[in-house]
């Protein structure tokens, strides 16, 4: 089993900042991708950001040049930098990990900005 905790989400005006985090534990593979899924109410869980084990990144259009994706695998943690946030970007953010055996999703925190 894969536990993954969040944490960073807020309100924040439109253009700040904001910084999650994502730790992984359990039964955890030495090889797998993580990354960052969003769902705004109303709308579908869509993709943000992920990351290979080899650290190739890859991101949603909207989000590329404004969010990094960012991992220490010596801590099975994943990192979303938000930067320039718009109010379209306002939804609970879930992190995902994926192994041989499954897909794991955090609880999912909150990001609400404001315009």
């Known amino acids: 089993q894969v536990q993954l905790v969040e944490s960073g989400g807020g309100l924040v005006q439109a253009g700040g900042s904001l910084r999650l985090s994502c730790a992984a534990s359990g039964s955890i593979a030495s090889i797998y991708s993580m990354g960052w899924y969003r769902q705004a109410p109303g709308k579908e869980r869509e993709l943000v950001a992920t990351?290979?084990?080899?650290?190739?990144?890859n991101y949603a259009g909207s989000v590329k040049d404004r969010f990094t994706i960012s991992r220490d695998n010596a801590r099975n943690t994943v990192y979303l930098q938000m930067n320039r946030l718009k109010p379209e970007d306002t939804g609970l953010y879930y992190c995902?990990?994926?192994?041989?055996?499954?897909?794991?999703w955090g609880q999912g925190t909150q990001v609400t900005v404001s315009s």
């Open positions: 995902w990990l994926s192994r041989v055996g499954g897909d794991y």
């Open positions: 990351t290979t084990p080899g650290g190739r990144t």
